[in-house]
């Protein structure tokens, strides 16, 4: 079955920097864009980053361009998402997602706490 298992998150200081992971498995993970989306508490979940498959074109929200980038390893079914440069409205929980047909599959989530 599909699994994705998010890590990585953790408590950080403004201004500095996580990167997040993502191990997939269940498919063939070459073949399908990887998402990472954020739900900070009483907001509703945001699509912040978009890799195709090869890893050539990603895509990113406002909110995080120029600060984040997904990556991806496709010999290691792993996505990333490096996060520089974090500000305290980057708290959330961060979930992994990949779309099979039309159906969506989320990882449990990782927590980014941005504080002083």
């Known amino acids: 079955q599909v699994q994705l298992v998010e890590s990585g998150g953790g408590l950080v200081q403004p201004g500095g920097s996580l990167r997040l992971s993502c191990a997939a498995s269940?498919?063939?993970?070459?073949?399908?864009?990887m998402r990472w989306y954020r739900q900070a508490p009483g907001k509703e979940r945001e699509l912040i980053a978009t890799?195709?498959?090869?890893?050539?074109?990603?895509i990113y929200a406002d909110s995080v361009k120029g600060r984040f980038t997904i990556s991806r390893d496709n010999a290691k079914n792993t996505v990333y998402l490096q996060m520089n440069s974090l500000k305290p409205e980057d708290t959330a929980a961060y979930y992994c997602?990949?779309?099979?047909?039309?159906?969506?599959?989320w990882g449990q989530g990782t927590q980014v706490t941005v504080s002083s």
């Open positions: 890799i195709r498959p090869s890893g050539g074109i990603a």
């Open positions: 269940g498919f063939t993970f070459n073949l399908y864009s």
């Open positions: 997602n990949t779309r099979l047909g039309v159906v969506d599959y």
